[in-house]
C-alpha cells in the first residue's frame, strides 16, 4: 500500500478511536456542542445589560447558546447505555433521519470547526480517564494540512470543555506541551454525579449559579426553566449532556449541596425556589461566576455593573475571613 494511504488509515483510525473512546458522547452530539458553544453566549435575563468590550460588538443583553446544546441528534429517551427491547431498533430507525442535520451542519461549517468537535471528543474521554493530555497526542487527530492551524483548534475545543462541562484545559509543563483538566467545582464521579457512564454536569451548575446571582441571590423555580428552556433543556426531558435536568438540579445537587431548593413562603399552591447551597459557596464565588458568564458572552465581568460591585464586595470579605482564619490558626500554634 503507498505511503500516503498508509498515513491516511492511521489517521482516520486515531480520529475512530477518540471517538469510540468517549462514552455517551456521539459525533454528532460533539459536533452540535462544539458549534453551540463556539459561537453563542449564554440565554438572556430580564433587565440583564452589559457594557459593551472595547472592540466587541455590542451587545443589549446576554445572548443564548441554546443552539448547539439544542442542535443535538441524540433520539429523545434513547441512552447509549440502554438494552431494553427496542432500543436499537428505535435508534436503527433514527439513525438515518439524524444524519442528514449533521452533514448539512458539515456542509456548511469549516473543516477547522469539525476538527475541533473530534478533539471535543477526546478531551472528554481523556478527563474521565484523569490522564494528562500533551500536545502530540491531540496533532494525531488533526490532518497535517491543518495542523499549523493547532492553536486556534485547541482554542476552539476548549472553549466548548469550559462553557458546556465546566471543565478548563490547562497547560502544566510548556516544554513537553502536557495539559490538565481542572473542574470549575468538586462535584463527584469526574462531575458526573452519579456513578457510570455520563458527561460533566459541572456547566449547568454554573449556569444556574449564574441565574441565582442575577436574581438577587434566590431565583424561583419558574426563573431557572425560563432560562433552561431557552437552552432546550427541559423538565422530564432526557438531556445528551444532563441527563433528566429536574432531577438533577432539584434533586442530586440539592443532596450534594450545592443547590438549595425550598418552598417560597406562604405560598400555595406551593411555589419554590433556589440558592447558592454551602458547597457552591466553599468551591466558588460571585467573581468567578461572573467570570464564568463574562467568558461566554465574550465580554468583561465589570460589564455586569451591579453585579460586579457585589462581586467585589464578596470578595474583600471573603479575603477578610481568610486572613481572620489565618491569624486565629497561627495564633493557636503559639
Known amino acids: ?10 489517521t482516520r483510525e486515531r480520529r475512530h478511536q477518540a471517538q469510540s473512546g468517549t462514552q455517551g458522547l456521539t459525533g454528532a452530539q460533539a459536533t452540535a456542542a462544539e458549534e453551540e458553544a463556539a459561537s453563542s453566549s449564554c440565554p438572556s435575563l430580564p433587565g440583564v445589560t452589559t ?12 445572548k443564548s447558546p441554546q443552539r448547539a446544546l439544542a ?19 428505535q435508534m436503527k430507525k433514527k439513525h438515518s433521519s439524524s444524519q442528514a442535520p449533521v452533514s448539512a451542519v458539515r456542509s456548511r461549517k469549516g473543516p477547522l470547526r469539525r476538527i475541533a468537535s473530534v478533539l471535543v471528543q477526546f ?17 494525531k487527530l488533526i490532518d497535517k494540512k491543518y495542523q499549523n492551524r493547532f492553536p486556534e483548534i485547541l482554542r476552539r475545543a476548549s472553549f466548548s470543555m469550559e462553557m458546556l462541562f465546566g471543565v478548563d484545559l490547562k497547560e502544566v509543563d510548556r516544554t513537553k506541551h502536557t495539559y490538565t483538566f481542572v473542574s470549575k467545582m468538586a462535584l463527584p464521579n469526574d462531575g458526573t ?28 423555580e419558574e426563573n431557572i426553566w425560563e432560562f433552561l428552556n431557552k437552552m432546550r433543556v427541559y423538565a422530564g426531558k432526557r438531556h445528551f449532556i444532563f ?19 425550598r418552598q ?41 455593573q451591579s ?5 467585589l464586595k464578596d470578595e474583600e470579605e471573603r479575603a477578610q475571613a481568610s486572613g481572620c482564619s489565618s491569624v486565629l490558626s497561627s495564633s493557636s500554634h503559639t
Open 123 to 139: 478531551l472528554v474521554h481523556m478527563y474521565k480517564m484523569k490522564k494528562p493530555v500533551r500536545k502530540a497526542h491531540m496533532l
Open 243 to 261: 441527563g433528566e435536568p429536574k432531577k438533577l438540579i432539584t434533586q442530586d445537587l440539592v443532596k450534594l449541596k450545592y443547590l438549595e431548593y
Open 307 to 311: 453585579w460586579y460591585e457585589e462581586a
Open 51 to 62: 457594557r459593551r468590550k472595547p472592540g466587541a460588538k455590542s451587545r443589549s443583553t446576554l
Open 264 to 304: 417560597v413562603a406562604n405560598s400555595d399552591p406551593a411555589r419554590y425556589e433556589f440558592l447558592w447551597g454551602p458547597r457552591a459557596h466553599a468551591e466558588t464565588s460571585k467573581m468567578k461566576v461572573l467570570e464564568f458568564l463574562a467568558k461566554v458572552n465574550h465580554t468583561v465581568p465589570s460589564a455586569f
Open 1 to 10: 500500500m503507498p505511503r500516503g494511504q498508509k498515513s491516511k488509515l492511521r
Open 71 to 89: 442542535t443535538t441528534t441524540q433520539p429523545a429517551g434513547v441512552s447509549p447505555a440502554r438494552s431494553n427491547k427496542g432500543a436499537k431498533g
Open 193 to 220: 454525579v452519579s456513578r457510570g457512564s455520563g458527561l460533566p454536569k459541572t456547566g449547568i451548575l454554573m449556569y444556574i449559579l449564574g441565574v441565582i446571582l442575577m436574581k438577587g441571590n434566590c431565583a424561583t
